[in-house]
């Protein structure tokens, strides 16, 4: 029998064999367990530096230099036709156009200078071209021709695109937007010295400045002509307006239109800018007259910057000053000087403005050709097209690529890569002063329906929105997350305790567009019609607590006794509603008493603080709203893992609770106290939804709390859909998702070594 029992049991070798597997088992798992933990760690760092490196290879062309390269060089196409007094280029950089003196349009391939075409201007017989001058590029290129007699002829160059065989031909042409008969501008028959046009749809106007006769001096004379379309007539008929300016024609070297026809400039040969406003045809009134080069110094080019609100004026001595149009101190329109640039040593043979951008070009007597942008106050490209002096020269519309017509007989085609010029450290950090602006400042201003607008990048009022943003919301948040901390972990009885840390953990749960949503609707209001119950709130509160708790004394100790230790916070719940609801109602009483009324209006006339509905104390409180678990949660962890050790032998050491919490429990539990305050203040900088819904999103600078604000994160949302891929706009954004990136990376290093010295200051204790 006992050798059947051993047979039957199992041998020792079967026994251990499966204690080694489970072992075996549990090891796999803890080796799984460590490599997935390294694993996913080392894959949260791959992919934070692949962010980072995909927005800096987006950001990266924004600051590559620009470059202009040599495609051609030939002899000027038809150069028997007569002096060059203008040359154009159309859109695709295919054909270029050249007007010259003899009254020809040659036409001719832009890379090789082959002639495509020949034409004629109307210029009568019997006369000769005295004066000629450009109108604006962008309005399909009119051109004026102030002849010997009095009589000014206006053309149009254009180009038809065509498509036979699936190839891109362009056809140029001519034609007459006022008809071919030369219009009459001067009935005595005195030559046109100096001419210039604005053509527009409706309406065309002409300023042209008249030879000395026998009869008298020259004067300056403006021409309007108004198109009236008859209801019956298949043509429209022309009224024509006729003045004359009230300023000597003697030493006037240049005129210019604005593109609204409604200010003229007058340039004289001392360097004297004339500033007339031409908004009634009929009565032209000066506005501005003054000096704009330096002593000894003459006007040798000037030209429009894009949009007609500025002028690039152009010296001997090479420097080009910009002037634009502000408002004065009587709030009345006058040219003031913006920016310059040295352009050159020599003098400025020539400026050619940009017709996209507020970017442009000159030309020296050296032949050397810079391009600059007026915004970024940068030089883009400055390059020596030619040993002989430039006697034309002119930007393709699309800015990449010149043509240069130099004195030797020689066309010189340049390529041009300049995406984005209008990015500079200045533009980006610095006060610009802008077009139409009093003065230079900090603008955030991207697109407009406007073709000739002036982009504002400067992302200073984003980061200032940002900051503005997360500071007043951790003024919230701060102060309600860590006392509320601090009384759950170390106060509170346990049993409350497990109500109140999950309930207020669920607030981080709620989506922040809801938040948002109900912060632009609804708190935004309430807080504009109760602002003074808000700080009458803030008074009244903590006056009610400190009442409550003073009579808590003389209640009856029986009744106490009856709460047990770290329950008494819930009765702190009615008393602070209603001390709530009390002072919303004495403040209106309060505020119709003190400040007449409205607190608003108060601000504003006796402070000078204006008071926007969505506003930086509206994000303060719905942001703080949602700042607040995170830091709570992380908060209260870290005081209520203090060991009980420590606040025990405390306690038996003769301190009291406060004592304890103080100098034992919070100096133990701060580096977990602070990791939760720069959680929180990394989410409110990186939040968006609330800032979005809950301000004006307007991006100005204003410290005050009653102003609206714009954030980096909140700009990028809003924006990113509308950019244009690999523009400079949508560049610019990624910039502010890299500035963004790069603040809370470097914030939160600095954080984690704070961090850890307190950790290994008051690890001893």
């Known amino acids: 029998m006992s050798e059947l029992n051993t047979s039957i049991k199992s041998p020792p070798s079967i026994r251990i064999s499966s204690g080694e597997y489970h072992q075996r088992w549990r090891l796999i798992k803890d080796a799984l367990a460590r490599y997935g933990v390294v694993a996913g760690g080392l894959g949260v760092i791959v992919a934070i530096v692949l962010i980072f490196f995909y927005l800096l290879y987006v950001v990266y062309p924004l600051f590559i230099s620009a470059t202009a390269k040599p495609v051609s060089e030939y002899a000027v196409p038809e150069q028997a036709l007569g002096n060059t007094l203008l040359l154009e280029m159309e859109e695709q950089n295919e054909v270029g156009a050249r007007f010259t003196d003899s009254g020809q349009v040659v036409f001719f391939e832009a890379a090789t200078g082959k002639t495509i075409l020949t034409q004629a201007v109307a210029i009568p017989e019997g006369t000769h071209i005295a004066s000629f001058a450009q109108g604006s590029p962008i309005n399909e290129g009119a051109v004026i021709y102030g002849l010997s007699d009095g009589r000014a002829v206006i053309a149009k160059h254009q180009y038809k695109v065509t498509y036979p065989n699936n190839v891109r031909v362009i056809t140029p042409s001519l034609k007459y937007p006022l008809g071919e008969q030369p219009l009459v501008l001067d009935d005595s028959g005195a030559a046109l010295e100096k001419i210039a046009v604005k053509v527009g749809e409706n309406a065309t106007t002409i300023v042209a400045k008249t030879a000395d006769t026998p009869q008298g001096p020259g004067k300056i004379r403006l021409i309007n002509f108004q198109k009236e379309q008859s209801l019956f007539a298949d043509e429209a008929a022309l009224t024509r307006t006729d003045s004359v300016l009230e300023q000597s024609a003697a030493g006037i070297a240049g005129i210019l239109i604005d593109k609204d026809e409604s200010n003229l400039y007058l340039i004289s040969n001392d360097g004297q800018l004339g500033f007339f406003d031409i908004s009634d045809k009929s009565s032209p009134a000066i506005r501005q007259q003054q000096n704009v080069v330096d002593a000894g110094q003459k006007i040798t080019s000037v030209a429009f910057l894009n949009g007609d609100l500025s002028l690039m004026i152009g010296d001997s001595s090479g420097l080009v000053s910009q002037w634009s149009m502000v408002k004065d101190k009587l709030n009345r329109p006058a040219m003031q000087k913006t920016r310059s640039f040295k352009v050159s040593d020599k003098a400025v043979v020539s400026i050619n403005a940009e017709q996209r951008r507020k970017g442009f070009m000159t030309t020296d007597a050296d032949g050397i050709v810079g391009i600059y942008h007026s915004t970024a106050e940068r030089q883009m490209i400055k390059e020596r097209v030619s040993d002989a002096l430039p006697t034309a020269a002119v930007l393709s519309p699309r800015a990449n690529a010149l043509l240069v017509q130099s004195a030797d007989g020689k066309m010189h085609f340049w390529h041009i890569d300049n995406e984005h010029p209008e990015v500079s450290i200045k533009s980006l950090w610095q006060k610009v002063w802008y077009e139409s602006y009093p003065k230079p400042d900090y603008i955030w201003q991207s697109s407009s329906a406007n073709s000739d607008f002036e982009p504002k990048y400067s992302l200073t009022p984003l980061v200032f929105g940002t900051l503005k943003a997360a500071f007043y919301a951790m003024l919230v948040a701060m102060p309600l997350a860590l006392m509320g901390a601090i009384y759950t972990a170390y106060f509170m009885a346990p049993r409350m305790r497990q109500y109140v840390k999950p309930s207020i953990e669920i607030m981080g749960a709620l989506p922040t567009v809801i938040l948002g949503f109900l912060a632009g609707l609804w708190l935004a209001p309430f807080m504009e019609e109760h602002l003074a119950g808000l700080f009458v709130m803030l008074m009244i509160i903590p006056v009610g607590v400190m009442l409550f708790a003073f009579a808590w004394q003389f209640v009856p100790k029986a009744i106490a006794h ?50 926007d509905q969505r506003n930086a104390l509206v994000v303060g409180v719905a942001m703080g709203f949602a700042v607040i678990p995170t830091i709570f949660s992380i908060a209260e962890d870290a005081i209520f893992s203090v060991p009980k050790h420590l606040t025990v032998g405390s306690l038996a050491l003769g301190a009291t609770p406060w004592q304890t919490m103080v100098r034992v429990v919070l100096l133990t539990a701060s580096p977990g106290i602070f990791s939760a305050v720069m959680i929180g203040f990394g989410r409110a900088v990186g939040e968006t939804m609330i800032v979005l819904m809950a301000t004006g999103n307007t991006p100005v600078m204003d410290l005050s709390v009653f102003q609206g604000l714009r954030t980096l994160a909140a700009n990028i949302a809003v924006e990113m859909p509308e950019s244009e891929v690999d523009s400079t706009h949508y560049r610019v954004l990624f910039l502010a998702a890299l500035v963004l990136f790069m603040f809370t990376f470097v914030f939160n290093t600095l954080a984690e070594v704070i961090r850890q010295r307190l950790r290994e200051k008051y690890s001893s204790l």
Do not use: C, M, Q
Not at 566 to 573: F, H, K, N, V
Not at 587 to 592: C, D, I, Y
Not at 599 to 606: I, P, V
């Open 562 to 611: 009856n709460l047990s230790g770290g329950w008494d916070a819930a009765l702190l719940i009615p008393i602070i509603l209603l001390s709530g609801w009390f002072a919303f109602k004495v403040s209106v009483p309060l505020e119709a008493f003190l400040f007449h009324g409205s607190l608003r209006d108060w601000f504003k006339t006796e402070l000078g603080i204006g008071y």
